[in-house]
């Protein structure tokens, strides 16, 4: 359809503006750059997890999974005597950390070697023989690693490798490194390979295992099920792995959210520049339809240009967004750590499928966004084309034909909102709407505010300051469109912030209300692994003789299964009251509450509750006990910003009751009125000595849990910033098009009269009063995005209910950043005008 | 022999905020093929429109506008734009060559736009760059030429498709006397010595004197000029 002339038109015309086609590119490359690191950084963990799940599962079709303690190690001598089930691998598993490798959590996988065969690889064929296999059986601390651990801290065959176990140290040593599979090399990573028994005797669970991997037939499977004992059960092998990845979905769908709303942003200053693009060249384009082309040829035209350029800063936003994947990759996986599983990965490489998405998106986010400027070119008759200002005045007319249409998708993105209330997808989509639905309604409130700003400006300012008022209004097509991209980024920033001040004050809230002891005990927890610290007996009894201890409070955290997967089971002292703050939809008072938990029934966190849709009233809870499966009820829900996982608390007389386990994993020391605190907890120390117990004071406690928080915001601040930097841009590709177009209006000024310094002051307004109208619209369009973020795109994600704090200082910050953004980017084109040609300027046509 | 041009009843008004602002007022007139036909008359008086409308670019208020066989004004606007591509050159009086194509690409273009080609759009475009005297500057880009070369580089433009009428909006408005008169030489020479018909608009009496025929716009109604 396009000839190779008209073709060359555009390209050439591409080549001989590079500010122009700089700024396009910039924004393609930026919004795809931020849109590339998420999508590294994500599909990173998702590899390295599904790897490393590979590499702990194996080939196992089944696992035979038990209660807190795990699984009886007779178990697996029924299996394959009486039941015949050869194919079965007794599995135990631990996380340890090592404190002299940075801290890493490892995933501590206790296998057999003779049993391995048929399920992992990692030990080449299982056999007695192979080199140094035999050295697995006689040595208690031999461990087999991955060659990506071993060269990452220089390891070698006999190195020794210190590791926090429980509330222990103890040392392990390489015998083996396994080289990884080519291109898995998250495989290994993070795991330390042992024999079976010398596992059990380093995690103290002589007698029982974690698991039974086992390759079953489903006719085996369905026998098995139907004959295993009760305090134990048969689960797919994928159960685990898959119950992970949704626990991740929301948080990985939340920063593709957020990346895209940078690459919304970026597709404002396409929009922008493409507009310019046609404004100014509209004398070129009425010839062109002069001369013949056809509205579609000058619509392909506009759109293979924009394709062209975008191509290009999709590229450029491919190698950025690597680069800023590898810091991303750190960030997320860090949060994952933090807040869901043990992860390892090592780098974000470039995939194929992330770069065809990547160029996808680009291509895509440029052609969308030149649409409506192709049109407007294409549209134009030629003789009207060959006029001034037709576009300008085109858009003047269509402010309020735009804003109809913005509350039309405000409103559409509202009903989203309110009508799919259980899908996170329609949320976002919802979001969406509302955020460009306002976006789209700026330039009318623009023409509104600076109809305001005008007179006011005139009486402080003279002439100037209604001149500059008014260019913020005639030119709205150009203006309008940059205010709204500022607006959306400085939205963003204020929307997220409260947002996260919100949390941040509940969380902290909570955690006054939730920590009532002086000293806390426990050893360090890797992450949310399956078998949680175990405290030794002896260290509860030397901490309970410490003077000036008055009560010592046990807390025991395992995992137990039910049949919609894994539980996270906390076990508390029943008779300390907690605070009725701490509770929502609960039946009666505290006291009632705890009266019923005492009596067997069981309280869910409030992300439980949201995640396994528990109604308020008259919810039950199954689990998998050692007595075999269990109904419990629910008394109530309790918030909870401990984990995003949800929690079952049962009242520790009731857990001993069903669970053979005994263990404590931490203590909450209370201390006599009387005594010091800083005495009392240096005498515990002393009294814990040796072991890696860690005491901490409920300050430190509630710093550590803020800290945690913090880091998982990281990302959010990181994306935050870089919507600023894109509106940024905007702002300054709208001042230099503003300016190009009034070249000769402002000669005219200079003519007149109109000093260097007035020029300068009247530049300044203008932005400033962009700058000034962005910041406005964009108060309630950030508290809306708050609103919106913590009633339900949280509650949707993660279930958790905040309390929304308007901190005044986030709106006048936001106000200061629109400001100063807008006048920052008027700095150049001030410079720009400062070497105008009057004379040359005042002839233009 | 029917006439090449025939206006009926033309009207032509613009809105200006809430006036209405008529530049054509049921104006009829025929133009013969092969005639040169100057249009004056004072700015605003609709000169410019009159090209507009001859060349399917605007639309009239009222009234038919005919050019050969072709009824302009109800042609729907793709077959307006193929009209214009096929039947008619137009030569513009800022010159309006594309800044980003050489001159012997904004000479080939009309012709590439047809899909003639480009074997032959290139002989002829090479040899009407010839004929204007600017076979030497082929490859060069619009904005080092002279303004007189622009206009030359129009007129090839105008003429590479071979079409029977061609319009030119104050060709020479933008040039010197001298330069103005090689211009005017050579549009003469390709269009009237050549058979072709050409409408030329003017502010100028010089310009206007070579004509065939001048029409003057007074009060919205194309007359024949008094004074020639």
């Known amino acids: 359809m396009l000839s190779p002339i008209l073709l060359r038109t555009g390209l050439r015309d591409l080549r001989r503006r590079p500010l122009h086609t700089g700024l396009m ?56 005597v009486d039941w015949g089930l050869r194919a079965s691998a007794p599995v135990v598993e631990g996380v340890v950390v090592a404190p002299d490798l940075d801290r890493q959590p490892l995933t501590l996988l206790g296998v057999d070697p003779l049993s391995e065969g048929p399920f992992r690889t990692h030990l080449g064929s299982g056999s007695p023989a192979a080199p140094n296999l035999a050295r697995f059986f006689d040595d208690p601390s031999a461990v087999i690693v991955g060659s990506g651990l071993a060269n990452r801290y220089r390891l070698g065959i006999g190195s020794r490798v210190r590791l926090l176990v429980d509330d222990r140290f103890e040392t392990v040593r390489i015998m083996g490194v396994v080289r990884d599979a080519p291109g898995a090399s998250e495989a290994l990573e993070g795991l330390l390979l042992m024999d079976v028994g010398a596992a059990q005797r380093l995690l103290r669970t002589e007698g029982w ?109 491919l190698a950025l967004g690597w680069f800023l994947g590898q810091g991303a990759v750190r960030l997320v996986t860090r949060t994952i750590n933090d807040l869901y599983y043990v992860l390892s990965v090592t780098g974000a490489p470039l995939t194929a499928g992330a770069a065809v998405r990547a160029l996808g998106f680009g291509i895509g986010a440029g052609i969308v966004s030149a649409l409506a400027p192709a049109l407007e070119a294409a549209r134009v008759e030629p003789v009207a084309a060959l006029r001034r200002s037709v576009l300008e005045s085109a858009a003047r007319r269509r402010v309020s034909d735009v804003a109809l249409a ?37 330039p009318a409130a623009t023409l509104v505010l600076m109809a305001g700003i005008g007179p006011l400006a005139a009486r402080f300012v003279g002439t100037l300051g209604r001149l500059a008022a008014r260019t913020v209004t005639t030119s709205i097509a150009r203006t309008g469109v940059a205010i709204a ?71 025991r955290a395992v995992e137990v299964a039910s049949p919609e997967g894994p539980v996270a089971l906390s076990v508390a002292d029943p008779r300390r009251e907690r605070s009725a703050d701490l509770y929502r939809f609960a039946e009666g008072s505290p006291a009632v509450i705890w009266s019923r938990v005492r009596e067997g029934a069981v309280l869910v966190s409030e992300p439980f509750a949201h995640r396994r849709r528990i109604p308020v009233h008259g919810g039950v809870v199954t689990l998998q006990t050692d007595r075999g499966l269990h109904v419990f009820p629910v008394a ?107 070249t000769r209006e402002l000669a005219t000024l200079v003519a007149l009269g109109l000093t260097p310094r007035r020029l300068w002051g009247l530049t300044f307004l203008e932005t400033g009063f962009m700058g000034l109208a962005a910041g406005l619209l964009s108060f309630p369009t950030g508290a809306l995005l708050a609103l919106i973020l913590v009633e339900v795109i949280n509650v949707r994600s993660f279930g958790w209910t905040m309390r929304l704090v308007f901190e005044p200082s986030v709106f006048a910050q936001a106000l200061l950043v629109s400001v100063a953004a807008a006048l920052l980017a008027s700095v150049y084109p001030v410079l720009r005008l400062g070497k105008m040609p009057v004379a040359a300027a005042l002839r233009l046509e | ?125 090479r040899s009407l760059l010839e004929a204007v005297g600017l076979s030497d500057r082929a490859r060069q880009f619009p904005d080092r030429l002279s303004g007189g070369e622009q206009q030359r580089v129009a007129i090839a433009r105008a003429l590479v498709q071979d079409a029977r009428l061609v319009l030119a909006d104050e060709p020479t408005g933008n040039l010197d006397d001298a330069t103005g008169q090689v211009v005017l030489d050579l549009l003469d020479r390709f269009t009237r010595k050549a058979g072709k018909t050409l409408v030329l608009v003017t502010h100028s009496r010089e310009v206007a004197e070579r004509a065939d025929r001048v029409l003057t716009i007074e009060d919205g109604h194309l007359k024949a000029a008094k004074d020639g």
């Open chain 1, 25 to 80: 590119v910039l924004g393609v490359a930026l919004g795809v750059a931020v849109v590339v690191a998420i999508d590294l950084a994500n599909e990173s963990a998702r590899r390295g997890f599904a790897r490393s799940s590979e590499a702990i599962a194996g080939r196992a079709t089944h696992q035979v999974r038990g209660g807190p303690s795990g699984v009886p190690e007779d178990l697996l001598r029924r299996l394959r």
């Open chain 1, 209 to 317: 295992l974690s698991r039974i991997d086992m390759i079953l037939t489903e006719a085996e499977a369905a026998r098995l099920r139907r004959d295993l004992p009760p305090a134990v059960r048969l689960a797919p092998a994928s159960e685990q792995a898959e119950t992970m990845t949704q626990l991740t979905a929301a948080f990985q769908l939340n920063l593709t959210a957020l990346s895209l709303l940078a690459l919304v942003v970026g597709m404002f200053l396409i929009y922008n520049t493409v507009m310019f693009s046609v404004v100014q060249r509209r004398a070129v384009l009425g010839t062109l339809r002069a001369l013949g082309t056809t509205p579609a040829q000058v619509f392909a035209l506009i759109l293979v240009e924009t394709a062209a350029a975008s191509a290009l800063g999709s590229l450029l936003g």
């Open chain 1, 406 to 442: 913005g509350l039309a998708l405000g409103a559409a993105g509202v009903a989203c909102l309110l009508l799919v209330p259980s899908s996170l997808f329609a949320s976002f989509a919802g979001l969406f709407g509302v955020v460009l639905g306002l976006a789209l309604l700026t």
């Open chain 1, 485 to 555: 991209a500022l607006m959306v980024a400085v939205s963003v920033t204020i929307g997220v912030s409260l947002m996260i001040q919100s949390f941040r004050s509940t969380v902290e809230n909570w955690l006054g209300l939730t920590l009532r002891a002086d000293l806390y005990l426990a050893a360090p927890r890797p992450a949310r692994s399956a078998r949680p610290p175990t405290i030794s007996a002896d260290l509860q009894a030397r901490v309970r003789a410490v003077p000036g201890v008055a009560e010592v409070e046990v807390f």
């Open chain 1, 636 to 742: 109530g829900v309790f918030y909870d910003y401990a984990s995003e996982r949800g929690t079952v608390l049962v009242a520790r007389p009731i857990y001993e009751r069903y669970w053979d386990d005994r263990g404590i994993s931490s203590l909450a020391v209370y201390l006599s009125p009387e005594a010091s605190l800083e005495d009392v907890a240096r005498r515990v120390r002393a009294a814990v000595a040796g072991s890696a117990l860690q005491v901490v004071s409920t300050r430190s406690l509630r710093r550590g849990a803020l800290r945690v928080f913090d880091r998982t915001f990281a990302v959010t601040e990181a994306l935050r910033l870089l919507a600023v930097v894109v509106a940024f841009v905007g702002v300054w590709s709208a001042l230099m098009a503003l300016q190009a177009e009034r």
């Open chain 2, 1 to 125: 022999m029917p006439p090449l041009i025939r206006l009926d009843r033309v009207s032509k008004s613009y809105e200006e905020g809430t006036e209405v602002r008529s530049v054509l007022r049921e104006t009829s007139a025929t133009i013969e093929a092969g005639e040169f036909v100057a249009v004056r008359g004072r700015s605003g008086s609709g000169k410019s429109t009159l090209l507009n409308l001859l060349a399917g670019l605007d639309l009239p208020t009222a009234g038919d506008v005919f050019v050969e066989d072709a009824c302009v004004n109800r042609l729907s606007s793709h077959d307006r734009t193929v009209f214009r591509r096929d039947r008619v050159g137009f030569v513009f009086q800022f010159f309006n060559l594309i800044p980003t194509l050489t001159v012997m690409e904004n000479v080939q273009l009309p012709a590439e736009l047809t899909g003639s080609g480009s074997v032959s759009a290139n002989a002829r475009a």
